[in-house]
């Protein structure tokens, strides 16, 4: 076959595969990935150590699809994205997989550790047997920081020793020196202030020779014995002192009684999230209150901008009207100021006692002034104009550049078969406007329906409704409902429940856009018959 045949029938080239390389490219990737499974064994064995395993499961299978992706030749054209797609699946995949993890479990106040972190800190609590002797002691401190006790058994003044931590007693005699193996004694007025730093060690070796300080007798020491040990058969915690067995029950060590340990770790509850969330009365009525109100916040948000920022555009495409381009300038300037500017400038302004809005609106209707704060339904107003306010320009600009493609020979045509202006805005204008802004519209739907800053800005979701299981206010949308019971805006959060909400936030946008974008199309067809 001729040269000109091979290259009219063969197209591009296959890229070569790994075996065409060179031996220092091949090195040289080899070294490459040994770095970065090192690195990845280490971080996934602290990850695992410290019980984050979902984690550590992503992290292990992303790692190991590199290797795969660099060292055969067969996924070739992948090795380009490779490190693209890596961080898209750790740093979007798996927060998105993991919120949907979190909202079955019961991830919260009193449950934010893992299961080993808790096992840990409650393994580290310790009692005072009875037959405990009681030892006094007299602390020494070397220039390190490092502690030492002089150790005396009142009740057989022979018994003299010294221990520091982490090693074993050693034999004294006598009275306690002014100094000893480079450690000084502390003196007497500066004992309290080193107190919670000796409670906090433990003297000696474990198990047989540690001792720790009293926290309530100033002087004495002893050795204290572990109170809890951790059964794994029975996956419960023993009290050693009076032999009670504490159980696991979601996620906290529980006895019989009802009494329960701390700290309690995160565990699986199923569904319970999802079922308090539909058929918890008082959940279920707060949860409908903050979703309808969401529902209003955005679409009257996408509504009152699309409205004023058409209008200004339509007026100011008037090639005619005079310092039109200065004007069209300063229209942008509300879309130039963040929201966490503008929003405290516009509490000012609405301040119904030194407010200049509120006292012009005071002038006109004889001293009564709307309560912006106080009442639900003027809150919610409120919260509208600041949002108009700050949303328009970005309509104003959308809509003035779609003004710009519109035809001039439709209008040429309407002109001629004699249609007034509100005809040819009504179906000429406005249906094409909406096939080239439709899109943008669902866009700014999607944002506002998670719109936090001027929510919590304006009144921190305000004012508060009353007799409510969860902390959430009449102005309160979704994505502040779900902050306040994620970060505890009562001091008790829970995770679990609010990324329960996270879900329902994503199924619902997912479902309303999809029906959005299908009225797109439609509007799309229908633009086409214009």
């Keep these: 076959m001729s040269a000109a045949t091979q290259k009219v029938s063969g197209g591009a080239q296959a890229p070569p595969d790994a075996g065409s390389h060179s031996i220092l490219s091949l090195i040289l990737r080899i070294l490459a990935l040994a770095l970065i499974d090192g690195i990845t064994i280490w971080l996934v064995y602290q990850m695992v150590f410290d019980g984050y395993w979902p984690l550590a499961a992503v992290l292990a299978l992303v790692t190991l699809w590199v290797n795969v992706v660099f060292l055969s030749g067969r ?21 998105i997989l993991f919120t949907v993890y979190v909202s079955f479990t019961n991830y919260g106040t009193g449950h934010l550790v893992t299961q080993q972190l808790a096992i840990e800190q409650i393994e580290s609590q310790t009692f005072l047997p009875p037959d405990a002797t009681l030892y006094n002691w007299t602390a020494f401190k070397n220039p390190a920081g490092d502690f030492m006790l002089w150790m005396v058994n009142p009740n057989d003044p022979a018994e003299v020793f010294t221990v520091t931590p982490g090693t074993e007693p050693a034999p004294r005699s006598g009275e306690p020196p002014a100094d000893i193996d480079g450690y000084q004694q502390i003196p007497s007025n500066q004992l309290f202030g080193a107190l919670g730093a000796l409670s906090s060690l433990t003297f000696g070796v474990k198990p047989d020779n540690a001792f720790q300080v009293s926290q309530s007798v100033l002087g004495q020491a002893a050795q204290y014995e572990q109170l809890f040990v951790y059964d794994a058969a029975q996956d419960a915690m023993i009290d050693q002192q009076a032999g009670e067995v504490f159980t696991n029950i979601e996620g906290t060590f529980t006895s019989a009684a ?11 509850v199923g569904a319970r999230n999802y079922r308090a969330l539909f058929t918890d009365p008082a959940l279920r009525s707060t949860f409908v209150q903050v979703f309808l109100w969401t529902v209003i916040f955005a679409i009257m948000s996408v509504l009152l901008t699309f409205i004023l920022g058409m209008f200004l555009a339509i007026v100011f495409d008037v090639p005619e009207m005079p310092l039109r381009a200065p004007l069209r300038s300063l229209l942008l300037i509300p879309y130039t100021i963040p929201a966490f500017v503008a929003v405290p400038v516009w509490v000012g302004l609405l301040n119904p006692q030194f407010g200049i809005i509120s006292q012009m609106i005071g002038m006109i209707t004889g001293g009564w002034v709307p309560p912006w704060f106080s009442d639900p339904f003027w809150s919610k107003i409120g919260i509208l104009v600041i949002q108009t306010w700050l949303g328009f320009p970005y309509m104003f600009v959308v809509v003035t550049g779609a003004l710009q493609t519109l035809p001039n020979d439709i209008y040429e045509a309407a002109d001629l078969d004699g249609a007034n202006a509100w005809h040819k805005f009504q179906s000429l204008t406005f249906p094409l406007l ?95 018959n214009v």
Excluded: C, H
């Design 434 to 528: 909406l096939v080239t802004v439709g899109p943008l519209l669902v866009a700014s739907f999607a944002f506002n329906f998670n719109n936090f800053v001027v929510i919590d800005l304006y009144n921190r979701g305000g004012p508060p409704m009353p007799n409510v299981p969860t902390p959430v206010g009449y102005t309160d949308i979704l994505a502040t409902y779900t902050y306040r019971i994620a970060f505890g805006a009562s001091g008790v959060s829970d995770y679990g429940y609010a990324s329960a909400i996270t879900i329902m936030i994503f199924l619902i946008l997912f479902i309303i856009t999809q029906f959005q974008f299908r009225f797109t199309n439609m509007l799309e067809e229908r633009g086409r």
């Design 258 to 268: 009802g009494q329960k340990l701390s700290p309690g770790f995160a565990a699986t």
């Design 75 to 95: 996924f070739y054209p992948l090795r380009y994205v490779a490190p693209g797609l890596s961080l898209l699946a750790i740093m979007v995949l798996y927060p």
